[in-house]
């Protein structure tokens, strides 16, 4: 909703509810697995996480880079989310000292 209200240029009024629900679920959900296990800041998906609400953060500053930036996100998500299980829970630093999360997701 999001992406499609700034492809067609609706009103900042409009925008600024999903914008504030798509920041504030991001958060939520990271939220969530760190507190299953902190490892989520080691690991490739918590990684994305982060780059995720960057990204979508950036488009209160950069307002006139909001479809390319909101464009990125939704790329970078469809990636992730359909990225192997293996790549997405591999820690990437401290991995002899990090209790990964056995979840599965």
């Known amino acids: 909703m999001l992406l499609g209200g700034h492809v067609f240029a ?6 600024l509810p999903w914008a504030l629900a798509a920041v504030g ?3 939520a959900l990271f939220a969530t697995d ?3 296990s902190c490892a989520i800041l080691f690991e490739l998906r918590g990684a994305v996480v982060l780059l995720k609400l960057l990204l979508t953060a950036l488009v209160a500053a950069l307002p006139e880079y909001a479809v390319p ?3 990125a996100v939704l790329m ?3 990636w992730s ?3 192997p299980g293996y790549l997405r829970h591999r820690l990437w630093l401290l991995d002899e000292r990090v209790q990964p999360d056995r979840r599965r997701g």
């Open 10 to 15: 609706q009103p900042e009024a409009a925008l």
């Open 34 to 36: 760190l507190h299953a």
């Open 25 to 27: 679920t991001g958060l």
């Open 69 to 71: 930036l909101l464009g």
């Open 81 to 83: 989310s359909h990225m």
């Open 76 to 78: 970078i998500g469809a």
